[in-house]
C-alpha cells in the first residue's frame, strides 16, 4: 500500500516570499516546483490571483514534458480569475502552450495550427479588454501569427480530421 503523506500548510504571511521562489522556480526550469509552491499558497488564500496566474503558467510551461497534463488542468484555473481580460489573455497562452508542445510532438502540424488559431481568437478578445498601455495580447498574437507564417506544414484541416482527436481538439 502507498503511503501519503499530509501536506503542511502555509501560512498567510509567507505568501509574498512563496510566490517569489515560484516565479524564481519558473525561471530555473522546475516548473514543477513552482507548482507544488502555487497550489500550496492557493491552498493558503484560494483566490490569490497572482498564485492562480502562476499556476497556469507553471502547468502550461509542462505541456510536453509531464505524461498525463493536458490542456484540461489548466483550462480549468481560468474561472479563478476575477479579471475579462485575464481569462482571455491566460486563455490564449494555454491555447499558443498546447499548440507549440503539439508541434514539438510531431503531432500532425495541422493539431498544432487549429490550437494556435484558438489562442489567436483568444488574445484577440484581450485585446478589445486590454488595460492602458498594456498590449500583451498583441504581442503574443503576432508571435502565434509569425509562427504560423513561417511554416508552410501548418495547414488547417477540417475538424473531422483523423488529425482530431482527444485534447488535442481545440474546444468549440
Not at 41 to 50: F, G, H, I, M, W
Not at 78 to 95: N, T
Request: net charge negative; proline share 7%.
Amino acid at each position: 500500500m502507498k503511503q501519503t503523506y499530509d501536506l503542511k500548510p502555509l501560512s498567510k504571511q509567507a505568501i509574498p516570499s512563496a510566490l517569489a521562489k515560484a516565479e524564481r522556480y519558473r525561471l530555473l526550469n522546475e516548473p514543477g516546483e513552482a507548482e507544488s509552491i502555487c497550489r500550496d499558497v492557493l491552498r493558503a488564500d484560494p483566490e490569490n490571483q497572482e498564485a492562480t496566474v502562476m499556476l497556469i503558467l507553471a502547468l502550461t510551461d509542462q505541456f510536453g514534458r509531464k505524461p498525463g497534463l493536458g490542456v484540461g488542468e489548466a483550462r480549468d484555473l481560468l474561472p479563478r480569475l476575477s479579471q475579462e481580460y485575464d481569462r482571455a489573455y491566460y486563455g490564449g497562452v494555454i491555447s499558443e502552450r498546447w499548440g507549440k508542445a503539439q508541434l514539438r510532438a510531431n503531432v500532425p502540424g495541422a493539431v498544432g495550427y487549429h490550437w494556435l488559431r484558438e489562442a489567436m481568437a483568444s488574445f484577440q478578445t484581450a485585446m478589445a479588454l486590454h488595460p492602458a498601455s498594456n498590449e500583451e495580447a498583441v504581442l503574443r498574437w503576432n508571435a502565434c501569427a509569425r509562427l504560423l507564417n513561417n511554416q508552410e506544414s501548418y495547414a488547417p484541416v477540417q475538424a473531422d480530421s483523423p488529425a482530431w482527436h482527444d485534447e488535442e481538439v481545440p474546444p468549440k
